[in-house]
């Protein structure tokens, strides 16, 4: 020990009041006052924040980060390294260097830690101040050091915990210290100094039952007022941490020609002075003179949240002295008494009645002291029974709400919200939605408020069921209930609106085109589930799938190519995924292209609608399998209006020709009948940002509705129309940044069309699954790599 002061008395104590006092002058650790600890032990974790180089950087640990080694000093008494091969001492500091640890090396990197605590001077139980000179290590690259204090009959104090982080702050500038008893909290400042960059002195004053205060280089950090003890003293712990690969600067054994390194914990002095003269002895395991501390909760809240305190399990538990006896009151009720076991845990099992519980939990101690803790809860044992259960009926194809009077549940104690249905077998037939929206879970409040809906989408169904359970607030279950369905199936589903389905099973399957290698890839879709599929060739370079639809009348898609060098055009006629033939249809000339395809004559065979960039002239290829059957000159559109989509808008069966002005934002129908043009309909602008990406029959009455989708916010949305006349807008929902619309297309076989949609910076697919216009269901179905692209197909 020093007798030569680094350090000044802080603000308000004298040297009278020093009790100890070591600025690490001597050759070797004084261990008649400090203890060295380097055992082989696990404890906490802290992050990294990305900081770690490769190859050690989120090496399969969750957030990033890595767990560390801790050896609490004080008071389990682990293994200790009396060598002192990690401490650096003797030219006036104490550096703590990291030991490694045997633990998690199949990992492929290092742990290590090592800590010094004091064994003779403490932090009096009657008040006083701390302080260190310290400078802490870098903690960028993993580092981690502590200044604590520890104490056998008072909750921690943690005066600096390095490398935390604090929102944009360089996590050398962060400290952070933390007060772990009742009402403390962790507080974590950016100070705007690097305090791995020179010495600084880190202090905390302790008035009992009164106040803890922090102190950076003598300036008031942070205090604490609540829960502080009236009689606990404190013993000092200093630590270091480390976790990474063994980097430059990092020592593994003492080495003073490198000393001080980046990952050392480097203490010049450490100081302790009493709020009197008196020196303290050592944290006592005397009887306190405060009230026993009791603490009660249930042992299982089974409610439906952690905190409603509801539950249909009465056992308690809490904790007290080892031994102690403690009695359970409601009232002037004595329900029980209990013995806490030789770590102070009780438990008790009280017999209770269904309903609101005050129960008081108390201790008395060998001085006549009496500590207790009361507890409130609600006891509920008893499931819901249900006073309504169906049936309902409806037409093939319809929707149903399904109202209260048809399914209710009523409950001894729990409210309408708090009944809470769950289906655990869905309708076979058809499916349910909440406010618009797929569920398999509501309450009875949305009963009550007719926000349930049953929608039946299978073609030749005369029946249909779901079971499902109710549960109150405190988790109690009726058991599986039916709710039956009897379908009328004399109301026909509308047919199919897609032909993009390649091997004929009525679903629209989904063909990938790689913008690295052009090849081709075919998902057989049923649902959100691909149930084959396979490559279908690599085309050579420029040519490009611009249309996927039923040109030979086979009920299967086959698939429509041009060239973006040549402009010529090339069908291949599809089975599955099988070329069944395939030739070139024919060479425009410069500046036509492909923009759609759609059957504008009504034979049942895909026919081509090209547009001129140069000119703005429409054309139309008549086709046959591959052979083109006809073809013609429509018109000249308006300057600035580009062909969109295709879609059949007026029931007659033919195809017409959607236009959006890349000017005016404004949206024009035209009405088909082969090459002609019957006549022409202007719907207006959408607004800003909302371009028309392809059609779909949504609403089961063989009309065509526009997808649209605002290329400023990703809504998407449907205009309806009758005939070329604009009706409603239906908004539909918000995908999310990088979310495009690439088709609308039947792919679960109920009749109308779905949406399907892929990310553009991940890849991924996703299936909104449609009940008319509103969005039953939303799934990722696939996540292909980035290249593999689904053409927006019109």
């Keep these: 020990m020093s007798t030569t002061y680094v350090l000044s008395p802080p603000a308000g104590f004298s040297s009278s009041q020093l009790l100890l006092d070591d ?51 004080y008071p389990y008494g682990l293994s200790t390294d009396t060598t002192g091969n990690h401490l650096v001492g003797g030219s006036g500091n104490l550096g703590l260097i990291a030991t490694p640890s045997s633990n998690y090396s199949d990992l492929g990197y290092s742990w290590a830690s090592s800590a010094v605590s004091s064994n003779k001077a403490y932090l009096p139980a009657t008040g006083g101040y701390a302080q260190w000179e310290a400078k802490m290590p870098d903690s960028q690259y993993g580092a981690w050091a502590g200044l604590w204090l520890l104490s056998s009959n008072g909750p921690e104090m943690d005066v600096q915990e390095s490398g935390y982080y604090s929102g944009s702050a360089n996590v050398n500038n962060v400290l952070a210290s933390h007060w772990w008893g009742t009402g403390g909290s962790q507080i974590i400042q950016n100070t705007g100094t690097d305090l791995s960059a020179a010495y600084h002195t880190y202090g905390v004053e302790y008035v009992p039952g009164k106040s803890w205060t922090v102190f950076l280089d003598g300036k008031e950090m942070a205090q604490w007022t609540t829960g502080v003890p ?112 030789s770590s102070g845990v009780w438990t008790f099992t009280p017999a209770l009645a269904d309903g609101t519980h005050t129960l008081v939990a108390s201790e008395t101690n060998s001085s006549g002291q009496t500590g207790s803790a009361t507890l409130n809860f609600t006891l509920d044992t008893t499931p819901p029974t249900l006073a309504e259960d169906g049936p309902a009926s409806l037409a093939g194809g319809g929707t149903i709400t399904i109202t209260s009077s048809q399914l209710r549940a009523t409950d001894n104690l729990s409210s309408d919200a708090q009944e809470t249905y769950t289906i655990v077998k869905n309708p076979a037939a058809g499916f349910l939605t909440l406010a618009g929206v797929a569920t398999t879970t509501f309450t009875q409040a949305d009963l009550d408020n007719n926000r349930v809906s049953y929608h039946e989408v299978t073609t030749g169904a005369s029946s249909d069921s779901f079971a499902f359970t109710v549960s109150d607030a405190a988790g109690n279950s009726s058991g599986a209930q039916q709710f039956n369905i009897s379908v009328n199936p004399t109301a026909s589903l509308p047919p199919a609106t897609s032909n993009r389905d390649l091997n004929g099973d009525g679903m629209a399957d989904l063909v990938f085109q790689n913008s690295n290698t052009n090849q081709l890839y075919l998902w057989e879709m049923k649902g959100p589930a691909t149930i084959g599929g396979g490559p279908l060739g690599t085309p050579a370079a420029g040519w490009n799938v611009v249309g996927v639809d039923d040109f030979n009348g086979d009920g299967k898609a086959d698939l429509l190519f041009q060239n973006s060098s040549t402009n010529q055009v090339y069908l291949w006629e599809m089975n599955g995924t099988s070329t069944l033939a395939a030739d070139a249809i024919g060479s425009p000339a410069a500046g036509w292209k492909a923009d759609g395809t759609g059957d504008f004559n009504g034979d049942g065979k895909a026919d081509i609608v090209f547009q001129n960039s140069n000119t703005n002239q429409v054309y139309v290829w008549e086709m046959n399998g591959l052979a083109m059957a006809g073809q013609g000159a429509v018109a000249i559109a308006a300057t600035g209006s580009q062909v969109k989509t295709t879609g059949d808008f007026n029931d007659d069966g033919k195809s017409d020709i959607v236009f959006q002005n890349s000017n005016t934002g404004d949206v024009s129908i035209w009405e088909m009948n082969g090459t002609s043009m019957t006549s022409v309909g202007d719907l207006g ?94 799934q990722i179905i696939g996540s292909p790599d980035v290249a593999w692209k689904l053409p927006t197909l019109s």
Excluded at 43 to 60: A, E, H, I, T
């Design 23 to 73: 600025n690490f002058t001597t050759a070797t650790l004084d261990t008649s006052y400090w203890n060295p600890w380097m055992g082989d032990q696990t404890y906490g974790r802290w992050s990294d924040q990305g900081k770690l180089p490769s190859p050690y950087s989120g090496m399969n640990e969750s957030s990033s980060t890595y767990q560390v080694m801790y050896n609490d000093p």
């Design 230 to 341: 009236t009689n606990a003293a404190y013993e000092l712990v200093m630590d270091l941490e480390m976790a990474g690969p063994n980097a430059s600067g990092w020592h593994t054994v003492a080495n003073t020609a490198t000393h001080p390194g980046p990952f050392e914990l480097d203490v010049s002095d450490v100081q302790v002075y009493s709020l009197s003269s008196a020196p303290t002895s050592a944290p006592s395991s005397a009887p306190a003179t405060n009230p026993p501390a009791v603490t009660e909760s249930l042992v299982s809240n089974t409610g439906a949240s952690a905190s409603n305190a509801i539950t249909s399990k009465a056992a308690l538990t809490g904790s007290g002295n080892a031994g102690a006896v403690v009695t359970i009151t409601e009232g002037t009720v004595t329900l029980g008494t209990t013995t806490a076991n």
């Design 685 to 778: 602008s959408p607004g800003a940002g909302w371009a028309v990406v392809t059609t779909g029959q949504f609403t089961g009455d063989n009309r065509t509705q526009i997808v649209m989708q605002n290329t400023n916010t990703s809504q998407v949305a449907l205009w309806e129309t009758n005939g070329s006349t604009a009706t409603t807008f239906d908004d539909i929902g918000l995908p999310g940044a990088g979310w495009n619309v690439k088709e609308a297309a039947d792919v679960t076989g109920h009749g109308t069309s779905d949406l399907v949609l892929q990310n553009q910076n991940t890849g991924q697919v996703m299936l909104w699954n449609m009940a008319g216009t509103q969005l039953a269901s939303s």
